[in-house]
């Protein structure tokens, strides 16, 4: 496969206008990793200031408004700029053609278009940082949100105008999945992380529109006075947190499976091995967005809706669980009788099944709704969330990036200091939202800018450790951009880990801006380490 | 003999439906934690025991893929487990909700950025909920503006306050003492200080304790009273008496200012006297003092015409405290 290093994608066509107006899906990806990463860094270091907030009781550091504004910001970010748009955006869109043989994804047009629209919202998003901040939390909730003079118009209006990339996104995978694939690669011959960005299209498609016409409501209200959500103007509060919840539930199943994606991706590849319970993992991913769907109460056990409701919604919330306990199981069982390498991915890997065992098991606390009256709304609510979306997706995004780094930028990175990171990712992650469960089971709420003297012990050692994940996400992410200034090329034709699926086997490092040579011909699945053996290079 | 355990994890056990809520708690914490360490313990010896080594060759693995026995195993256990952990959680949760007959009823109303309570028979407190032991108490709740949530977490208690509706939470103490409230849903710049105490009482005192309520403080000068209802009617919230600004301005500011001209934010100035104090605290919203935002509700209603003077003499009063 080793041909001219210099056809590259990154290489070619050259000039800025051929990476502003270009389709190449590749491209698309790296703008919104770069977008994306950018986001991440702004929202870790909104974080971190609360965290030194929050380090003493007090104001000492900032006031109750200006917390408010940090909290409110940091959440917003990354949700909404972060984790939804760019780990499809990102790692999706560079992927999935590649996946499944095809020169683009199939509507490259739509797909140019969508990272447009997500740079107009972000726009909204940062004028709103500007402009003074806004104040509501993420949740947005209503009447504190359309009585608050702060920006809630643009930062809604962001969200609402994000919400049409991600549809498009989403529309443009499921259309891919469907029609692109070469001959001979059927459903479940594609590698698990595709069925993962088709189970996230789907729910991008279905679940969006409910919060961009939630945000519309919001808009009227505040325009125009109509009563829809503001008791003072006959609304109903209640009504917003269901039509925010509708969507906000499933999002999470947004944020989450294409996380379970790169995991089932990198377990079998360092491991060499088979992965354990295909078909179950490919149709849990589909039965969990699908019941992502059905659990939005749960949000709201202490909101006073019936007793009835209750049951029922804490009832359906265990049906999320067992699915995804089984697949924690099948990626354990992956590495039996494989040949496990230590890899930065790897570590990255074996770290999401931790912290995500333990934010999935902290969810079945919560959905007890006995016990979920005590905990809702406390930081153990918090570092729950934080479990599945830092624990979970974050670490998963960081370890798809060392995974597919080489493969995506044709240059690799300094394993050694990789490796160091994702431990330091590990470490402070833990010591940061840890002592957080024990903060709520002990009735610590949730948004205090300041708070009474009984939390100080485990609120300073959450801020000593977040110290610690903040320079280690740093530095990982420092150390693979390093890769392309100290230009540490690998050999075009280079598949470090010994992949299986066509990105792998087919496609230079970085690949060709048509993606593949000639037409590529399916030869084995994803995951056929007991049939055949596919070497490991490098470097020459 | 898991006390230091309840301890650890929770604040005391208060109502009589938190021990069996913390039960449910250590049941799912003890089969959470053998099934978190089914999978770290699975994943270490795995990783480990199949590592490859230095210099081993790449080789076809294994094509296992399944396990009947395992996959039904993972399905049926956590199914168990849920299962328990579900009925378990919806019968604690009826206990919570069913109110028993006999409950005293009090009202909670929660304004940005305070309570108060209204009592069955007649009489308020703001930020003070006195209730009496081993008696069911019955709150009812709403809200003046925005959503509150009233969580009492000695009680493993918690509901929101909505301005449209009436919510409904209840419980039964069982230990005499003081314990904190806390509000747990967000609701402004004064949200982390929108805290409150219950006080549980032996029946008897409760009884005493109520007859006096709204008695008139006759008998304690102007000023003490004043300072007493400084804390007492939330005043600290917002407004210090060190000269700090917080989400209002220090009262040792306007004490200060007294007889001095103050501005307002539309540019208008008035002199500080009696009367404009007394209309800042009954109507907060007319006259805002320059560089804060006009988020104080009003007191009419909260305050009579004694306790109203005490505060005008208290915060008259600071000025001369602190030139001593």
């Known amino acids: ?540 | 003999m898991f006390d230091w355990l309840t301890e650890f994890f929770f604040p005391k056990q208060v109502s009589t439906f938190a021990s069996d809520i913390d039960n449910l708690f250590y049941f799912i914490f003890y089969s959470s934690l053998v099934l978190f360490l089914i999978v770290v313990i699975g994943m270490v010896y795995l990783s480990i025991r199949y590592r490859a080594r230095k210099d081993e060759p790449l080789r076809l693995t294994s094509s296992k893929d399944h396990s009947n026995l395992l996959e039904s195993l993972f399905f049926i256990i956590p199914l168990i487990l849920v299962s328990i952990t579900f009925v378990w959680g919806i019968r604690s949760y009826l206990k919570m909700v069913i109110v028993p007959d006999d409950a005293i009823e009090i009202k909670v109303t929660g304004v940005s950025w305070f309570w108060t309570f209204d009592y069955p028979d007649g009489g308020q407190t703001l930020n003070e909920l006195v209730v009496p032991s081993n008696t069911p108490v019955k709150l009812v709740l709403s809200s003046k503006d925005v959503l509150h949530s009233f969580f009492i977490p000695v009680m493993r208690s918690k509901m929101d306050c909505l301005p449209n509706r009436y919510n409904v939470m209840w419980f039964d103490a069982t230990k005499e003492g003081v314990y904190d409230i806390f509000c747990t849903e967000y609701c402004g710049t004064g949200h982390s200080a929108m805290g409150a105490q219950v006080i549980v009482m032996k029946p008897a005192q409760y009884e005493e304790w109520a007859s006096e309520l709204g008695a008139d403080d006759d008998s304690i000068p102007l000023d003490e009273l004043g300072a007493r209802l400084y804390t007492q009617k939330a005043c600290n919230t917002c407004h210090t008496q060190d000269g700090s600004a917080l989400v209002g301005p220090s009262f040792l500011q306007t004490s200060q200012m007294y007889e001095q001209e103050r501005v307002f934010d539309d540019g208008t100035s008035t002199v500080i006297d009696d009367n404009y104090v007394r209309s800042s605290i009954l109507e907060p919203q007319t006259q805002i003092v320059a560089g804060y935002q006009g988020v104080m509700p009003t007191y009419q209603g909260l305050l009579n015409d004694r306790e109203l003077d005490a505060l005008i003499a208290y915060i008259k009063s600071l000025n001369g405290d602190s030139q001593i």
């Not at chain 1, 940091?74 to 996946?99: Q, R, S, T, V």
């Not at chain 1, 594609?190 to 519309?216: D, K, N």
Request: one cysteine or more; proline letters at 5%; glycine letters at 10%.
């Open chain 1, 1 to 540: 496969m080793i041909e001219n290093e210099k056809q590259n994608y990154l290489t070619h066509p050259k000039g800025i206008m051929s990476w502003l107006l270009t389709l190449d899906h590749k491209r698309i990806g790296l703008m919104y990793l770069v977008s994306g990463i950018l986001f991440f860094f702004m929202g870790g270091l909104l974080a971190l200031g609360m965290r030194l907030e929050l380090a003493a009781p007090g104001n000492d550091f900032i006031s109750n408004e200006q917390y408010n504004n940090i909290y409110t910001l940091h959440g917003a970010i990354m949700i909404f700029l972060f984790i939804i748009p760019a780990i499809p955006g990102a790692l999706g869109n560079i992927l999935l053609p590649l996946m499944v043989g095809a020169k683009d994804v199939a509507f490259p047009r739509l797909n140019l278009a969508s990272f447009y629209i997500y740079s107009f919202g972000a726009l909204f998003a940062l004028y709103t940082i500007i402009n003074g901040g806004v104040d509501t939390g993420w949740t947005f909730y209503t009447p504190y949100s359309t009585q608050s003079s702060s920006n809630v118009v643009p930062m809604t209006l962001g969200i609402f105008i994000i919400g049409f990339s991600s549809i498009l996104t989403g529309l443009n995978f499921i259309a891919t999945v469907h029609k692109m694939r070469i001959p001979g690669l059927t459903w479940y011959k594609l590698p698990l992380f595709v069925w993962a960005l088709y189970g996230t299209s789907l729910v991008q498609i279905t679940a969006t529109p409910v919060l961009a016409i939630t945000m519309v409501l919001l808009m009227l209200e505040r325009f125009l006075g109509i009563g829809i959500f503001d008791p003072a103007l006959g609304g109903d509060p209640v009504l917003y947190q269901h039509f925010f919840w509708f969507y906000s539930h499933p999002a999470v199943y947004i944020m989450i499976l294409p996380a379970f994606g790169i995991i089932s991706e990198i377990i079998p590849v360092h491991s060499r091995k088979k992965i354990w319970g295909y078909k179950f993992i490919a149709y849990s991913t589909l039965s969990i967005a699908f019941i992502g769907f059905l659990v939005w109460g749960h949000h709201m056990f202490t909101s006073g809706q019936s007793v009835f409701s209750q049951i029922v919604f804490s009832f359906i919330t265990y049906f999320v669980g067992i699915p995804t306990g089984v697949k924690i199981f099948s990626w354990i069982l992956t590495m039996y009788k494989g040949q496990v390498s230590f890899t930065p991915p790897m570590i990255y890997a074996l770290s999401f099944l931790f912290l995500f065992t333990i934010g999935g098991l902290t969810g079945i606390f919560l959905g007890a709704v006995a016990l979920d009256i005590h905990l809702h709304d406390t930081y153990f609510v918090v570092a729950h969330f934080h479990y599945v979306m830092q624990g979970g997706t974050i670490v998963a995004f960081l370890g798809g990036l060392h995974h597919w780094w080489p493969k995506s930028f044709g240059t690799m990175y300094n394993q050694t200091i990789a490796n160091i990171c994702a431990f330091g990712v590990f470490l402070g992650f833990n010591g940061t939202f840890f002592p957080q469960f024990l903060l709520g089971l002990r009735g610590m709420p949730r948004r205090y800018a300041t708070y009474s003297d009984q939390f100080v012990e485990l609120h300073s050692y959450s801020t000593f450790w977040s110290g610690i994940l903040g320079f280690s996400i740093f530095f990982a992410i420092v150390n693979l951009f390093w890769s392309f200034v100290k230009k540490n090329k690998v050999d075009p034709g280079s598949n470090p880990w010994g992949g299986m699926s066509l990105e792998w086997t087919h496609t230079s490092s970085p690949p060709h801006p048509h993606n593949f040579e000639t037409d590529p011909v399916f030869e084995h699945g994803p995951y056929d380490y007991d049939k055949v053996i596919v070497e490991k290079t490098y470097k020459k």
